[in-house]
Every structure is written in structure tokens, then in C-alpha cells.
């Protein structure tokens, strides 16, 4: 169940001139065990201004609060930081997304449950991602927010920009959205709270056991 | 003392059609109180066979037997995932480095203890990432192995194929290994079991308050 993607070396022997070494390591299990919860990703996807990253925050808050080993990866840490090197071409928002997965499988093999808010607006490349894991570690969150109510709240005036002419290739408007088919969660912003919506997700967290 | 290197969103509103949305976040300083220790990337760098590896695994198990929330990075999770696409070139071994440095920022950003070990041969490289962290926060760890050592131990078998003209480019060989001059922990393999190199690393930490 919670087998680690990568290779172990659980035990070998390196002669060094008069010292015999022995390599122990920590296995995923060790690090599942050590924590009160089963790790995985919770891959929100959705449009700018859905409301991605304040779900996101707020499912992390109920996790941390409750005890749970948590993170998470938005713009905010990644843009400049890991994928600070990248422009929006279109191979380079493959890049991006690459990367995001990479990170996220990392977190997960370090036994942490960790929400990743990002438009990620192909289902290839969340499909690509979801193969890298093991089974029932990538949750797909789809944040289902009407484009006129994204383009309404507009929280980082982007879609004013976008009216203007001075912002191009904007997902949903003149580039495409590639809304999930099967996702295993699905968020009605307009219709509940921050909190009702984070909660949806917490419930199907328990209901699949990641944690009691 | 352990403030996040990222933008951290306290409080926002954003106003939905009728729904008022208070965005709440966990802390950097949060997450490093539901841990029993300061997070840190202790950033191994050695020759290759000098014993990062061996000795980031055995600090690894110590600090997570010992309770500690930790991870280890080094090439069995990053040259087939995150680092997958880079080849060995001069530009793409900084990229290498620059990438695992912000990833380390990331798993000290959510509390963890975390181990590096790879060669990262050059000075401005390691100092690059010392900068990417707040005080304290990245412990540079000489595994001071001598080359003829290393050789002897070949765990890989690299050296042997240097030797045959198999590979060139080799750090410590006709590649340059810039050694630290100012380590935070500097740890004589030939000279102790690897257990009691490990204890050296751990005894540092706590030390420095990294841990009771």
C-alpha cells in the first residue's frame, strides 16, 4: 500500500580500509508509521480565481490543527524559487507542472499530505502525475468555479488585464481549460463557504481513511 | 529565528457573489512548533565513494528514531524524478544543484530536518543555496574522505571506469573538487565507524539547540 517509489537500500556493506559499513535507512513505511495519517497529494486544479489556493490553505490549517504532517506548494513558493528559471511558453508550463509533481511525490515519500494549488490546466499533464504515484496517493481536486465568477472575483486583477488586452493566453479565456472528467473530489465554490468546501475535502479524507 | 523565507497570507478577503472568504494559512513558525526540533538542510558535499550518502541515512534514521520529522535527498530520488531531464554539462550540473537547494528550502519550510548528499564540488553553488535559507537554517557537512580512499572503495565502481577512460569528467579527477574551508561539521570517515560519524552530526545539532 504504501510502497516507496524510489529504491531503498535497506542494507549493505561498503569495506573502507579496516571499517566495515553498514547502510540503514529510513523506509517510507517508517515515515507513514511515524505520522497519525496516510500522506498523498491533494492536486487542486481549476481556474484562475476558483479559489484554489484559499481551499488549499484552509484544508492544510484543518490538517496541521489536527495533527496531521502537512504542506503546501503554490505560487507563492514555487514561482520564484524551484521554477523561477521558467517562462510561460507552452513547453515550459509542462516543465512547470513536471516539477510540481516531482516535488509533491517527494513530500509524499517524506510521509506528508500535501495540497498543491495550481491552474494545471491539461489533463495529460495531471495525468502524467498521477502515474508517478502510488495508488490512492494522488487525489484530484477539482475547485468547480464558474469562469464568470472567477473572472468576477478576480482577486489578483488579472482578468481586468486580461479585458485590456494586456495579459494573452489566459486559461480559460483565449487558452484552454481541460476541466476533470473523473475527478475524485469535485468543489462548488459558489454554492458553500471556505470553510463547508474545505470540509467536503476532509470528509472524503476520512471516509478513505487517510486518517481516524 | 524561523521565519519563512515565503510570502505568508495571514488574513485576506475576497468577496465571492455573497459569500465573504477569509483566507487562513499554517506558519512557517506553526509548522516548526508541531515538530520537536528546528528544521535544517544539513547539505552533505564529499568526493563520490567519500560516504555522503552512507552517512546522511544513518543521521537520517538517528534523527527519526529520535522523533524528528526528516527526509533524505540524494540521487536515488532526484536524478530519475525532479533532476530527470538535466544532463551532465556544466550548465546543467549548477541547474542540478540550484534545483535540489530549492527543494531542500522547501522541506526546511514545512519543519523538516533534511539531508543532501550529493558531491556539489563547487564553492559558489553551496553558497548559493546557504543564502536561499534563513540563519542556521543550512548546516554544510564535510565528508572529508580522501581521494585515495574513495578510490578504494569505489562502492559504484566509477573510479575503476575512470581509470579505463569509461568516464571523463570526474570530480576529484579531472574535474575540480572544491573542499569547504569553513564547514559547519567537518567528518573524518577513514578515521571512525560510520555510526560514530553520525553521532558527531547528531551531537552538533544538539549543540546548537536544533533538538533536546
Not at 8 to 24: C, G, I, Y
Not at 43 to 67: C, E, P, Q, R, Y
Not at 85 to 112: C, H, P, W, Y
Request: charged share 25%; aromatic share 8%; net charge negative.
Amino acid at each position: 500500500m504504501t510502497q516507496s517509489p524510489y529504491k531503498t537500500v535497506d542494507s549493505e556493506t561498503e569495506k573502507s580500509s579496516d571499517v566495515v559499513w553498514h547502510q540503514a535507512s529510513v523506509s517510507h513505511e517508517d515515515r507513514v508509521k511515524s505520522n497519525k495519517h496516510r500522506p498523498a497529494v491533494l492536486w487542486f486544479t481549476g481556474l484562475s480565481g476558483s479559489g484554489k489556493s484559499t481551499i488549499a490553505n484552509a484544508v492544510d490549517k484543518m490538517l496541521h490543527d489536527g495533527g496531521c504532517k502537512t504542506y503546501v506548494l503554490d505560487g507563492d513558493n514555487i514561482r520564484h524559487g524551484l521554477n523561477g528559471d521558467l517562462t510561460f511558453s507552452d513547453a515550459d508550463r509542462i516543465e512547470n507542472i513536471r516539477r510540481i509533481g516531482e516535488v509533491a511525490k517527494l513530500f509524499v515519500d517524506a510521509g506528508l499530505l500535501v495540497c498543491s494549488a495550481f491552474i494545471s490546466p491539461f489533463k495529460s499533464d495531471r495525468e502524467m502525475i498521477a502515474k508517478k504515484l502510488n495508488q490512492g496517493e494522488f487525489i484530484e481536486v477539482f475547485i468547480d468555479t464558474p469562469l464568470g465568477i472567477c473572472a468576477q472575483r478576480d482577486p489578483k486583477g488579472l482578468y481586468a488585464k486580461v479585458k485590456t488586452g494586456e495579459i494573452k493566453n489566459f486559461t480559460g479565456i483565449d487558452s484552454t481549460y481541460e476541466a476533470p472528467q473523473n475527478a475524485d473530489i469535485v468543489i462548488k465554490t459558489a454554492e458553500c463557504s471556505v470553510e463547508d468546501c474545505a470540509l467536503q475535502i476532509i470528509n472524503y479524507l476520512k471516509q478513505n481513511g487517510y486518517f481516524q
